[in-house]
């Protein structure tokens, strides 16, 4: 927290969040602007599948949505907007911490327990609601964490629920990390705690259960995994494959992949932030690639990209600008939404401000799922 | 205990001039609510390393609170008084560790969904406050110069395309001896105008000598010593895996090193390039980082009328192949991922001197060796041109 202590800015820098309405709305194919339009009637889960991607850990419009953006999401822009019915205001009124937020995302309340802690929430995931409502296997829904702090994030300590209705989850770097005991040495270490915000959970990967989700749910020798992984530049491309390989082999019904590499913005190196954006611009596009090429999935996936949240403005005195998202202003809490799938309006564009909440209850009308506790509401745009 | 409760005796363990402001400003200490007393003794307890803006933006702080009628001072502190506090946090040593309760306090209002109310608070508190207290004028017009050293290098960037609007593009600079007029110009100041703690010299990589008293000068090369402790330090907080990058800058806030590593001779120089380190996220690792939060900070806190940060080469981030395989990446350079960082830094740097008094008149430089390209803004330079023919660095400085 830092206290502001002048409160002058440059006026004319501030950017004007309606200019990049209209400029993100100019770039959609129909642009439509729909106030709130009914979308489809409820219905069973059918088949249907649903993949959310957080494109994180934290963007702000001006890298991305933003005029002087557009140049770093190329493929959202040319390939996922047009066939998209995007939301131009997401506000997130919670606690902007990435563990917190994230979990928020999954679980559709502002959760309040501490960022740093690695705790499952209290109330419960999407997850759990899918799994418990629809009677669903536990290798139905899945997800794909970018560290071993966000593992519990997948089922919550709610009555009723609680880990036995939560997600499988998937910790790419922690397999890898089983899967060649020594290599690296203390550089692994390193990978294993290299976001700025990682909750501390002590135990956890024991690298027997990632042994097995190797060979037994990625269906690869170790070996193979570890040649795979080196030929990655990032953590986020880890995830991606290992989510392609997963979508391939179990093919769940629920999937959740977080990305994180744009984190590295806390670093203070703009060039790396802006780099994790255009990275994760077209891992956005890979994971679509993939589900259009999956039968299993093509035709009746319905996909979600958002971010958890933004990033300090440039001109907050009391911020950091892109560095950090510890202000709470505008630019920090404020950002966008991208769904693609059947049956969704492509080239909408929605004007109106939603919360990062309503996601929940919006997929839970579009899998036929109650999702009581959640606090959000449904995006009738899309659901 | 609350601020009523607070004595002389409560500020014994302050330094002395951090004692005898506090103790000075008693009463009206007593007077405020908790969280702002707290807030405001958390400047005052490091009010002996502290440079001279700093002091006297305190005090005058202080005393304007002070001297106003109780009732506006009340309404001016309403709004701290209205946040509601758990039990755990009112009882903390916050008199002797503001520090630690500021960094609790954060966490607090997050979690009780009070953060934007005490934003809004604080702002127009700090508004309100600025305005009557008008900051001080800088002695001779500000002028701050920032340079993207020739080792930054990526071709067809689009250099200062956010600071183009707001002055002059000079496409074609003969850079030759530029640094060396750049640094005699920066010792012509310090010599015309006496300010102290005024004239700085911030370099992310080995410096240009510089014999002038009047600058303040220090490196990433020759803060190696000091930066190699701080890391050492943070990975012990960090590997403690007791909180977050809060926990972190608070315990950073009040570290130093066990050996005092004396890079300046100068206790409040030193002292703020160890912050610099500590607070700061990710200076510790990269020097475009450390050279863009180096002088954000001396803005913010110095308030200078001179400043030259030059940018040089930061190391490669390492790819998640690089770290798997245990390949180092150190003595392995980022040309242009650099160039890119010194360029939102000469933006950034730009923002922060408009956040001053005199920014009006200030002269600001932005000036790329390697791309021979430069942006100068100030009184006389029109908003948003460009520059037809060349110009050298001496000719830029003069404009």
Redesign the interface.
Known sequence: ?V????????GP?VWKRREFLRLASACTVNSVLLPSLPMRAAGSIGGKKVVVVTFGGGARDEETFGP?GHENIPWLLKTLLPQSTFFGQVVNRG???HYVATTSLATGV?E?????SGVAPPHPTLFEYFRRDLRRPVHDAWLISPSNGFRNMGGSTARKYGPEFGASVLLPKQL?QAA?PG??????D??L??T?????I?GGATGETELRQIENILRFSRDEFVQH???????D??SVYVAHQLMLQVAPSLLWITLHDID?A???????Y??GIQRTDRLCVDIWKNIQANPEYSGKTTMFVLPDFGRDS??D??G?????H????AASRTTWMMVLGPGVREGVFVQRAVESIDLVPTIGKILGISTALAEGRVLSEVA | MQPRALSRESFQAYEPMARRVASEHLELLRELPLVLCA?LL?EVIDFDLRFPRERT?IESRLAFLEKIPEAERNRLTKGFADLSLSSELAGEDWVRFPHKF??D???H?????Q??TF?SV??SF??EV?RATS?QQPEVPRWVVVVLGPELRKDDYPLF??LRPHGVFFPSVDGAGGMTEIVGELSKRASSANVPYGHWYVDGGRPENTTNKGIHRFSWEESAALRAKVLEKVESV?GS???????LRSAMATWSPQKQISMTGDLLVDRFIVSVYGE????Q??S??FV??ATRELL?RAEPVSVVARYGP?QK?????E????TSAEGVF?P??????A???A??TW?NL???AGSDNARFIAWSQAHRQAIAIGPDCPRGTEAPGGIDVGQLLRI
């Open positions: 927290m206290f502001p202590s002048r409160c002058s800015s440059p820098l002087d606690i902007l911490g502002y309040t327990f501490n960022n740093f890898l060649s290599h690296g040495a203390g550089s692994i390193r990978l705690r290299d700025y915000e990682e909750p501390h002590s992984a080196l030929s990655m530049d990032s953590a491309e880890l590295v806390h670093s203070g190196a703009f060039s790396l802006i780099d440039d001109t005195p009391g950091n600008s892109f560095q950090h510890r202000t709470g202003d | 807030v958390r933006a500021e960094e306090l954060s966490a209002l997050w979690a009780s969904k953060y934007d934003r604080a702002t700090a508004r600025d900051p395309r956010k960090v895996g007791r909180g977050g990058p809060e926990m700061g996220s990710g200076t690792v990269f475009t980082t863009q939060w913010r930061r981030q390492r790819t998640l192949n770290m798997f395989s245990a980022d242009a991922g650099s160039l890119v960082d360029d939102f830094g933006y950034s923002i408009n956040r001053l």
